[in-house]
């Protein structure tokens, strides 16, 4: 059975630093593309950074790049997002999402590329 299980979210000020954490059971990384995504109130559902270990490629969305930073260690089946320089507009609930290993770093393209999902952890901003 696939898990995702998401942690680390949590309140923090303007500019400072959160790490989000992505423990993966059931499938092999090499087999999957794996990322993030975030959804603020009333909005859809975006990809924030996403990873495909069978060839390094990452994607990071134009809001978080320089400052988000996505890694994966693959004995221990698991992804992290750092977040620094947070701003309020970061504001949201962070899902980690594996895909079809094809999909690469393109998982962020949609959300509807996923096949599997994490349960949220939320992500507040204050300013």
């Known amino acids: 059975e696939v898990q995702l299980q998401a942690s680390g979210g949590g309140l923090v000020q303007a500019g400072g630093s959160l790490r989000l954490s992505c423990a993966a059971s059931g499938f092999t990384f090499d087999d999957y593309a794996i990322g993030w995504f975030r959804q603020a109130p009333g909005k859809e559902r975006i990809g924030v950074s996403c990873?495909?270990?069978?060839?390094?490629?990452?994607y990071y969305a134009d809001s978080v790049k320089g400052r988000f930073t996505i890694s994966s260690d693959n004995a221990k089946n698991t992804v992290t997002l750092q977040m620094n320089s947070l701003k309020p507009e970061d504001t949201a609930v962070y899902y980690c999402?594996?895909?079809?290993?094809?999909?690469?770093?393109?998982?962020?393209?949609?959300?509807?590329?996923?096949?599997?999902w994490g349960q949220g952890t939320q992500v507040t901003v204050s300013s």
């Open positions: 999402a594996a895909g079809p290993g094809i999909w690469r770093h393109r998982l962020c393209r949609s959300h509807l590329l996923a096949s599997y």
């Open positions: 990873f495909s270990s069978s060839d390094g490629s990452t």
